[in-house]
């Protein structure tokens, strides 16, 4: 869709997660904005949902079209403008060094421009995760194989380590989140506790049980949140009681998981128990 009349549209979104290593998310559509040049503490990881984006780096010329992961190193000037009549829609996270050291910014700067359609693909995926609050395991898990995909990127050379079966990790990995049900974990603080790089935590733990941390934590919190409904808590109370960030987080795994929300499970539990108690009066 085009602007409206001449005026430019300028929607920006911007917050900081709770996800350690991101330093901002920031969601914007333009249409005849240019950004001058500007220089970054961090490293802006950039998709474009819509239209396409030149920037110079370096005094290169560069662009972003739909299939392209744009990698921007700190501290390198650069500035940015529409490449289309109707503007653009990015999404940004901006990182510190936990995933990407300052010793990679060469190769950046001399490719930053990545067509890479799995990353690309894994990189929208955090960007899902982090707009839906209480999913912070989730997009700290999905952001550990972008990190390590952007490093083989950037060190071609460099061989990556062949995926290894770790059934000792992941069972410790799984007695944590049994620990944490309710409390939640963070993978920083597991890959702390267990000594692990994350993403071959993630991946140790997704070979054995085949289902992502995150996935599993979310299934143990809707089991505990059937009970309790069947119990008769309000789904508000359950939320709570279960770990879940609020009543719509709840619904939101719950459905997935169940196929209907909270309150209709509930209200159909409540009324197959008064009939039973009826056929036995």
Known sequence: MGPQGNAPQQNVSAW???????????????????????????WTLLIVDDGAVRYDLDRHEHGT??????????HVPHNGSAATPDGFRKRVLYLDGTHLPDDLIGAAVDGPDLRDPLLRRRVGQVHAALVRPGDELEAESRLAFVGERLRAHLRPRAQAPAPRRDPVLARRLR????ERVVEGLSLEEATGL?????????????GAYGIAPHQYLMSRRVGRARRLLLD??????????????????????????????????????????????????
């Open 232 to 281: 008769g808590l309000p789904p508000g109370e359950v939320a709570s009681a279960t770990g879940f960030f609020d009543q719509s987080h709840l619904t939101r795994h719950f459905r997935r998981l169940v196929g209907v929300p909270p309150g209709r499970y509930a209200a159909t539990a409540v009324k197959k128990a008064s009939s039973s108690g009826r056929s036995r009066s």
């Open 194 to 206: 267990l000594h692990a790089h994350p993403a071959h935590l993630v991946r140790a733990f997704s």
């Open 175 to 178: 007695e944590l989140l049994d």
């Open 16 to 42: 900081r997660p709770r996800v350690p290593g991101v330093v901002e998310v920031f969601h914007a559509r333009f249409t005849r904005y240019a950004y001058p040049m500007h220089v970054h503490e961090a």
């Open 65 to 74: 079209p739909l299939d392209t992961v744009s990698l921007l190193p700190p």
